[in-house]
């Protein structure tokens, strides 16, 4: 049963900080790796998506690597700013067809002015 | 594009009733998914639908959990006998498909069974 796990579980950090939230997964054969952020009382918005045959993915501020072989994925957020406070979610997906995904608990990130 | 729409925001029920939730995915979205998602955890998988078909259910989804997509538009989950453990957001999420599809997710339903 694949489970994935997300460190650390909460972070706070003053505003212009770098910062890297870190995901790991137990099964390695994933078809790909999805980061979310999820904003209090909201769903979730998707932010990058990682195909299992690529390394990494960028998005303005955000940057998302994957190491399938180690079971392993980062987002890296650079000069962060008090509305990137939200709790974001990793996932992955094992299914080639669908998105049945398996999500982690999440990080929850507080940005500081 | 209005976004995912689901109905109601919140919902408080007594043990043993019957709950609807409706979902309403991004018009052209031919796929539609729903997550449960419980204070603290990440979501998880319930049930997809591809139009009107609903072709993967989880064994999360007991018998007391029914879903339907007629016509392959909104789709309803309903829970029958709820119990306190059915306590949780109920997400729904749409997308148009394909590989490597990105997901649309509606801002749920909470559900506080009493």
């Known amino acids: 049963k694949q489970e994935v796990t997300q460190i650390p579980a909460a972070l706070s950090v003053p505003e212009g900080e770098n910062l890297v939230l870190n995901c790991s997964f137990t099964?390695?054969?994933?078809?790909?790796l999805q980061w979310f952020r999820q904003d209090p009382g909201k769903g979730l918005t998707s932010l990058l998506l990682?195909?299992?045959?690529?390394r990494e993915q960028t998005s303005g501020r955000l940057n998302a690597s994957l190491d399938k072989s180690s079971g392993r994925s980062t987002l890296y957020i650079a000069a962060s700013q008090p509305g990137d406070s939200a709790t974001y979610l990793c996932?992955?997906?094992?299914?080639?067809?669908?998105?049945?995904?398996?999500f982690g608990k999440g990080t929850m990130l507080l940005v500081s002015p | 594009d209005t976004g995912v729409s689901q109905d109601p925001r919140h919902k408080i029920t007594k043990r043993g009733q019957n709950v609807t939730f409706r979902c309403d995915p991004i018009?052209?979205?031919?796929?539609l998914y729903w997550y449960r998602q419980t204070l603290g955890q990440g979501p998880e998988f319930l049930t997809y639908?591809?139009?009107?078909?609903?072709?993967?259910k989880s064994r999360l989804l007991s018998d007391r959990f029914s879903a339907e997509r007629p016509k392959g538009s909104f789709s309803t989950l309903e829970i029958q006998r709820t119990e306190q453990g059915d306590s949780a957001m109920y997400l729904c999420?749409?997308?148009?498909?394909?590989?490597?599809?990105?997901?649309?997710f509606g801002s749920g339903t909470q559900l506080s069974v009493l």
């Open positions: 639908f591809q139009n009107e078909a609903q072709l993967e």
């Open positions: 996932a992955v997906e094992t299914n080639s067809g669908y998105s049945t995904l398996t």
């Open positions: 099964d390695s054969a994933i078809y790909n």
């Open positions: 990682i195909q299992s045959s690529q």
């Open positions: 018009s052209e979205h031919n796929r």
């Open positions: 999420a749409s997308s148009s498909g394909g590989s490597n599809e990105k997901l649309f």
